[in-house]
């Protein structure tokens, strides 16, 4: 059972480069999220996901995209990335609410760290 | 803008001594996680507190709720070198939005 699984580990970019961030994850769970850790900022939402098809805006989701076309996937895209765009990438899932209470607890990946030059 | 600070926002311990972190926040929550991150690795779910209740345990580790102070606090007893890591609580908000807000995190080391 893996879990949560992130790709790339790493990546280096350059400033107006584009790429996508993959998340996996193998517990059935129907909502997922995309976060950026930097330091002194603890966490902070970019995008969520509480089904197949759907996404919602989290905190922070300007120059990013997603897309959750299977239930098991959660893209993060960057289309034209920049230097403040660096930073560490955490995939993280759960299960609904339907299935007990609200705010299940989540579980993540070891996350990409990506450095845009 | 974040809630769900922790306090302090960092402690260094003996092995064997108690630590305690606290977290507080400003809105009214359905639960409040902790969270644990070892260097380079993604978040570890510790322990799930709920709004009805005060105190839970698992292990070593031991949550309160406050909700009229609105703060928590984890408490690791007998502390250990491999609880040397980082640790957020993340507040669950009420109305349905399922996302979790987390604090920016508490660096324990603990010292063997």
């Known amino acids: 059972n893996a879990g949560v699984t992130q790709t790339p580990k790493f990546r280096v970019l350059k400033t107006g480069q584009s790429m996508t961030l993959l998340c996996a994850q193998d517990?059935?769970?129907?909502?997922m999220y995309w976060y950026r850790q930097d330091p002194g900022m603890g966490l902070r939402l970019i995008h969520y996901s509480v089904g197949e098809g759907t996404t919602a805006k989290g905190e922070v989701p300007d120059g990013y995209n997603v897309s959750r076309l299977k239930k098991q996937n959660f893209l993060l895209g960057l289309e034209s990335a920049a230097p403040s765009q660096t930073s560490v990438y955490f995939c993280?899932?759960?299960?609904?609410?339907?299935?007990?209470?609200?705010?299940?607890?989540?579980?993540f990946g070891d996350g990409t760290r990506l450095s845009i030059l | 803008s974040q809630q769900g600070e922790e306090d302090p926002q960092a402690l260094s311990i003996q092995e064997g001594e108690n630590a305690t972190m606290n977290c507080s926040y400003k809105?009214?929550?359905?639960?409040l996680q902790w969270y644990r991150q070892n260097s380079g690795r993604g978040l570890v779910h510790l322990i799930l507190i709920r709004s009805n209740e005060r105190e839970k345990h698992s292990g070593r580790l031991r949550v309160t709720l406050d909700t009229s102070k609105k703060s928590s606090s984890l408490l690791i007893t007998a502390s250990r070198a491999a609880d040397t890591a980082s640790y957020f609580c993340?507040?669950?908000?009420?109305?349905?939005?399922?996302?979790?807000?987390f604090g920016k995190g508490m660096k324990l080391t603990v010292n063997p």
């Open positions: 993340a507040k669950g908000t009420q109305g349905g939005s399922e996302k979790l807000v």
């Open positions: 517990m059935n769970h129907e909502y």
């Open positions: 809105t009214s929550i359905n639960n």
């Open positions: 993280a899932s759960s299960y609904s609410k339907n299935r007990g209470h609200s705010n299940q607890p989540q579980h």
